[in-house]
């Protein structure tokens, strides 16, 4: 495995009239405004509830396989069916105290009405008197972070693999109004096969207009969210050129100094020193990802997505055969068994001696 350092994750939230100032060390606010886009999951009945706590109780919880600010996802197997999923828990406690009650329920609410062969699944959540609970499917290969780091850089043709699957996912999100805004190697699992996943949609948001959201990571935010002035579906696309940058030369375009605090004046600045690696076709497709006028941006006119997708870069692409995962992946994890939990770290199995929720904190998770 290797060393992860960790990237600084930012939140903060304002009404949709009231931009907030741009700041890496701002607090989090409930998101008042979060439009949700499915219902599947509310007004759960008390049979769907012991139905839900009864699948619950056939899971064998194996190990941690990640863990972040707000949750923790765990590698379970039915004792029934012998399926391993992966069981995303949240301490009820700590997402009040967090504030990240609006994120949770948003992230819950999106993935429930998605289905695209590069999104991560959901089949049910649940509740106890500690935890909030997400079954999910286990997607074995791995964070492509961690790819990235051991590879260090990846050539044209294998980054594009990863571009073209992220861009037919940001595609169908877009056609649903949905704005995922979190994009980064961390947050693309591999499958077995080595196809894309996007997983945690805890920054996911429907937005109709705009939103002064601002949270992300900040090496991938666009500078509508360090100006705070407001910010839609181009932010995506933002993420996207950041994303191939890094994944040729190793590093974000700017953040060459692993130095977060120059971030905000170089993404304002539009100052990228262009490596002489990257060949004209792909800066010219990375600089149109990259233009500072979000309503410019490529992927933000009337065609959408068909913007990226008729770039020149992507000449040799058959739209088709990546939607149908037919293209061969650079990357075939090395997996032994659907279990397999090798291509991620070890954690600290400390996660059950959390507090118990107050009753009124559980009100809030009621259809949970």
């Known amino acids: 495995m290797t060393n992860k350092s960790p990237r600084h994750v ?3 939230s304002t009404s949709s009239d009231a931009p907030d100032s741009p700041a890496l060390n701002t607090s989090i606010a409930n998101e008042n405004d979060t439009t949700l886009i499915a219902n599947k999951f509310s007004n759960i009945t008390l049979a769907e509830r012991e139905e839900r ?3 619950l109780d056939r899971l064998e919880i194996l190990k941690t396989v990640g863990t972040g600010s707000y949750g923790r996802v765990l590698v379970a197997q039915d004792r029934e069916s012998s399926v391993y999923y992966a069981l995303k828990i949240f301490s009820i406690t700590h997402v009040v105290q967090s504030r990240q009650v609006e994120h949770v329920k948003s992230e819950k609410e999106i993935l429930s009405g998605i289905n695209h062969p590069f ?3 959901l089949h049910w959540t649940h509740h106890s008197d500690q935890f909030l609970y997400m079954l999910l499917d286990y997607v074995p290969g791995g964070e492509l972070f961690t790819y990235m780091r051991k590879r260090g850089t990846f050539d044209l043709k294998s980054s594009l693999f990863y571009i073209s699957e992220i861009t037919l996912a940001f595609e169908y999100l877009h056609s649903l109004q949905i704005v995922y805004r979190d994009l980064k190697p961390e947050n693309i699992l591999l499958d077995a096969e080595g196809h894309v996943k996007l997983v945690d949609f805890g920054f996911a948001k429907k937005i109709l207009n705009k939103t002064f959201t601002t949270c992300g990571t900040p090496d991938y935010l666009s500078p509508e969210l360090f100006k705070g002035t407001g910010h839609h579906k181009s932010t995506d ?6 994303l191939l940058f890094e994944m040729l030369t ?4 700017f953040n060459p100094n692993q ?5 905000p004046s170089r993404v304002l600045a539009g100052r990228i020193s262009w490596p002489r690696t990257i060949d004209d076709v792909t800066k010219s497709f990375i600089k149109k990802l990259l233009i500072q006028n979000a309503d410019k941006r490529l992927g933000a006119g009337k065609n959408g997505s068909r913007e990226v997708k008729e770039q020149a870069i992507f000449s ?3 739209w088709d055969d990546v939607y149908a995962r037919k293209l061969k992946p650079p990357i075939v994890p ?3 068994h659907p279990g397999d939990t090798s291509c991620f770290d070890e954690y600290k199995e400390d996660w059950r001696s959390v507090p118990f929720a107050s009753d009124k904190d559980l009100d809030l998770f009621a259809d949970f």
């Open 316 to 318: 040799s692409i058959k």
């Open 237 to 242: 696309w933002w993420s996207l050129g950041i």
């Open 250 to 253: 190793g590093y974000t375009p």
């Open 10 to 12: 930012i939140s903060s």
């Open 334 to 336: 090395p997996l032994e």
């Open 259 to 263: 130095n977060e605090i120059e971030i």
């Open 119 to 121: 999104i991560i699944c």
């Open 53 to 55: 706590q009864k699948a």
